[in-house]
């Protein structure tokens, strides 16, 4: 067995890696096909209309009819793109998106049927299998890096650098978010943190870690509201703009399966991993997590959190860019750092001996005196001469797009109920029959 992990991987001979790589494969391409179908038809039902029923049963066979028009599209080459890392971008996205589910735990040790060999449900795990996630989801930003820089176009470019602030931003708050389970678990091994919640998932004692990671997962995979790497409305297609058939495929396939990779790391991290939900799990002494019931459980889970991707697809709007980076750095990061400053501080309190009741009516009496002091604090009122509303300036700071360094534009000359010196008044005239 390996130190630190918890899946025993002895009896697995290379036979068995390649039998779990092919699969994983054939799960991870099948999972695209079925999330684009999923997507479209909680969309449309959330939109009242029928979305995709023609093509197959319950239109099941659509997302395969659309892999096949891109495969059998004409494929373009820019002219001005630099040809080798064009075509190499769009591989190394879908490269790095398939490796997370490497250290995925499906589900425990079981054993194959009409045999006595007994694996786990898992190709493999280290030590370190949490830090091996994140280290392969910011190396995937730089298929969309060197896609865009390499297209030889503005608007590709523009996407690319978005997504590379995106990634940096977002990426800090998701992994401080996994600091708050490193810490309950004890360790970063994926195995090891789906046995800590044998007891309690860390959903529970760990929520606002679990509501950041969230955030930051639909951010970090350039999902709505939080696409702007791709955003048409101002870069016409982002960091694709100038892919198309399979190249525009890869981008495309690598999108879906970091959705599903997100998705299993917060069942893995926050959700129990395979483990039976409860009171499933307390039924003939946890007779529903032996076997392959876990795989069951695992899947319903990973499937629940890509519903929450539509969901909010078909709730919000896209933000703008700058709300976007104010977001995630003046108030994800800071969140995420203060809640593993005081998770760390009550771990420490406990190592030193201090009970939990003790830690209760300390944090009693300090919610208590923080109270008091709000309630307490007078009120500074400002005089009423000195409250009128400031002019609304709709393009004060340039808005919507924010001067260059060193530029002062000017104000704008448009106020309420004047035009401007260009403008004309024309009246309606009537030329009907009646008004002759």
């Not at 059998?72 to 790095?96: G, H, Q, W």
């Not at 049927?113 to 996630?133: E, H, M």
């Not at 709300?323 to 995630?328: E, N, T, V, W």
Request: a neutral charge; proline letters at 7%.
């Amino acid at each position: 067995m390996i130190p630190g992990v918890v899946a025993d991987f002895s009896q697995d001979t290379w036979v068995t890696y390649v039998v779990k790589a092919v699969l994983i494969l054939a799960f991870l391409l099948t999972s695209v096909l079925v999330a684009i179908w999923f997507e479209r038809k909680v969309v449309a039902r959330m939109q009242v209309r029928p979305g995709p029923n023609w093509h197959g049963p319950f239109g099941l066979l659509q997302s395969l009819a659309d892999a096949m028009k891109l495969l059998l599209k004409e494929d373009l080459t820019v002219t001005r793109a630099d040809r080798v890392i064009y075509l190499l971008a769009p591989m190394i996205s879908v490269f790095c998106a398939l490796l997370v589910f490497a250290v995925i735990p499906f589900g425990p040790n079981v054993t194959i049927p009409f045999t006595d060999y007994s694996t786990p449900v898992q190709l493999t795990d280290f030590p370190v299998a949490v830090l091996y996630i994140l280290a392969c989801a910011a190396l995937g930003v730089y298929g969309i890096v060197l896609g865009g820089w390499s297209s030889g176009s503005t608007y590709p470019l523009l996407g690319s650098v978005r997504s590379t602030a995106q990634v940096i931003s977002y990426e800090l708050a998701m992994g401080l978010s996994l600091v708050s389970v490193f810490i309950m678990a004890g360790s970063m091994s994926t195995s090891s943190i789906v046995e800590s919640q044998t007891q309690i998932w860390w959903l529970i004692p760990l929520a606002p870690a679990f509501v950041v990671y969230v955030i930051s997962m639909i951010g970090e995979t350039n999902r709505l509201p939080f696409d702007l790497p791709e955003a048409e409305g101002e870069l016409v297609s982002g960091y694709m703009t100038e892919y198309s058939s399979m190249k525009f495929a890869w981008f495309f396939l690598a999108e879906y399966i970091n959705m599903l990779n997100v998705a299993a790391v917060a069942t893995t991290l926050f959700l129990g991993g395979w483990r039976a939900p409860w009171p499933l799990s307390a039924i003939n002494d946890g007779m529903f997590n032996t076997g392959w019931w876990p795989v069951l459980w695992f899947l319903a889970k990973l499937w629940l959190i890509m519903f929450v991707f539509v969901w909010v697809r078909g709730t919000l709007l896209r933000l703008r860019y700058d709300q976007f980076m104010s977001f995630g750095w003046k108030i994800l990061i800071p969140v995420a750092l203060a809640w593993v400053v005081v998770l760390g501080t009550f771990q420490w309190l406990g190592l030193a001996g201090v009970t939990r009741t003790q830690l209760f009516v300390a944090i009693a009496a300090a919610a208590v005196v923080v109270f008091a002091v709000i309630w307490l604090w007078p009120e500074q009122k400002e005089p009423a001469a000195q409250r009128q509303p400031a002019e609304f300036d709709p393009f004060a700071g340039g808005y919507p797009v924010p001067p260059l360094p060193g530029q002062t534009l000017p104000r704008s000359r448009r106020r309420p109920g004047r035009t401007l010196p260009d403008q004309k008044v024309v009246q309606s005239v009537d030329h009907s029959e009646e008004a002759r």
